[in-house]
């Protein structure tokens, strides 16, 4: 099988040698996203504000993909301080519905840019 990349303008561009995404068959491998404005490339300010737009980003990937966030298969959230899993869990149910894709929350000791969020996730598109 080959593989596609994907790309938007929706969401940031790549601050690596990475891609926003890799589409393989019917599975898309999104990258980690971090709470950067797409249009400024600055970071948002605040915990609240960094998740919605982790996940707006991870929206406009997975849009970008041929999938949504009702695809997400499994996600991976890492945050540099664990108390605010919570909030993550608060800010997540309005962009996921049940049932929710397999997750994994990791605490890390810093992420790229001084973000305080990143999530990254697997899409399973349909047939």
Known sequence: MSKQIIHTD???QAIG???QAVKVGNTVYLS???GLDPTSMEMVDGIEAQVHRVFTNLKAVAEASGGSLADVVKLNVFLIDLSNFALVNTIM???FTQPYPARAAVGVASLPRGALVEADGVIELNA
Do not use: N, R, W
């Open 32 to 34: 980690g996203q971090i």
């Open 17 to 19: 040698t990475y891609s």
């Open 10 to 12: 929706g969401a940031p």
């Open 93 to 95: 149910a309005e962009y």
